[in-house]
């Protein structure tokens, strides 16, 4: 089960993944850098990936992912 507050909800949309809102400039609906084959690698942990926003540049580890949610290495979303 993924922690809530490590956890980032995405969409995958025409073959390229978008998050709702970017977790640090609150910028909405913005298109990472992965693409939907790199997410089912990350799926139970077996590949970690660093993804740079492009909004706000900031850089987040993420290292698991389910079918609605991104799972980071750190909190995201205040309790």
């Not at 922690?3 to 913005?30: G, T, W």
């Not at 540049?57 to 309790?79: F, G, K, N, S, V």
Request: with cysteine; net charge positive; charged share 30%.
């Amino acid at each position: 089960m993924i922690p809530f507050r490590n956890s980032l909800p995405y969409d995958i949309q025409m073959n390229e993944v978008y998050a709702s809102a970017c977790p640090f400039c609150k910028m909405s609906h913005v298109r990472l850098p992965l693409k939907p084959a790199e997410i089912k690698d990350l799926r139970g942990g077996f590949m970690k990936r660093a993804v740079v926003f492009p909004c706000c540049r900031t850089r987040l580890q993420l290292i698991d992912a389910d079918d609605d949610y991104l799972l980071a290495d750190r909190a995201l979303r205040p309790d």
